[in-house]
């Protein structure tokens, strides 16, 4: 065992699309100790990444599934010029074209859900958003969420950390998770003001909404927040627009 290999940034050619690694509609890919880093100035909101890892899909059936990236440091860039709320992303999974744009609601088999996808003791440092994982938008009977996707697994030794993410002005998220089914989150840290951060407005640590029907699984997660100004939108962990007949499941967090 020796050093990660660390993959370094260029320069950016967009405000909505660029990633250190960028999969396209792909499988089957494990990313085991591959370290990234964003040198772009935060002052240049073209230079910079938006995603460290990014999961895109191709169309709206050619998606990322069985995806497993692990034991990797993410050191990105966080830009105070972005309003989305969200970029830059340590790991980052939407059903969006590969330059970041939206995509219609055209989805018709649970094949185009980007599911199966597992994270585990990955470090994410200088973030908005640690992990963002958004799914398809589906209607009632809602079978077209993303599905089985794995954040810490089922060990301490597999949880992720994510520190000094959020910023001053726009705030952020450890996790931001939507339209997901059968999600694991478990064992994970996550410090907005650790590793170099500061107290920050409009921070959650883990946001699970816009999920019917559902099941999700929080279990053993350690949050740690600095806030510089308490809102609505500051919690540890929070759900929203959640209803149906899921499970959620949520202890020691």
């Given at each position: 065992s020796g050093t990660n290999p660390k993959i370094t940034a260029s320069s950016g050619s967009s405000d909505a699309g660029d990633a250190v690694i960028?999969?396209?509609?792909?499988?089957?890919?494990?990313?085991?100790?591959?370290?990234?880093?964003?040198?772009?100035?935060?002052?240049?909101?073209?230079?910079?990444?938006?995603?460290g890892y990014a999961l895109v899909k191709f169309d709206e059936n050619d998606r990322c599934q069985n995806i497993t990236i692990k034991n990797c440091s993410i050191t990105l860039t966080?830009?105070?010029?972005?309003?989305?709320?969200f970029f830059p992303c340590g790991i980052y999974q939407a059903h969006r074209y590969p330059n970041g744009g939206t995509m219609p609601n055209l989805m018709s088999s649970t094949s185009g859900a980007q599911s199966n996808n597992k994270f585990y003791n990955n470090t994410i440092k200088k973030v908005r958003t640690g992990i963002y994982l958004i799914g398809y938008n589906a209607s009632t009977p809602y079978f077209l969420y993303d599905q089985n996707n794995d954040i810490g697994g089922s060990t301490y030794a597999m949880g992720n950390v994510i520190q000094n993410f959020s910023d001053s002005i726009y705030g952020g998220y450890g996790m931001l998770l939507v339209n997901q089914n059968n999600l694991n989150i478990c064992y994970n840290r996550i410090n907005n003001s650790a590793g170099g951060g500061i107290a920050t407005p409009y921070t959650s640590g883990i946001s699970f909404s816009s999920s019917n029907n559902a099941s999700v699984t929080l279990s053993d997660n350690k949050i740690t927040l600095a806030i510089a100004r308490y809102t609505s939108t500051s919690d540890g962990a929070i759900m929203s627009s959640?209803?149906?007949?899921?499970t959620i499941t949520m202890q020691y967090d």
């Open positions: 960028k999969l396209v509609g792909s499988d089957y890919i494990t990313f085991d100790g591959i370290d990234l880093s964003d040198p772009n100035s935060y002052l240049d909101s073209i230079a910079v990444m938006e995603a966080k830009n105070v010029n972005y309003s989305t709320g959640i209803s149906g007949t899921g």
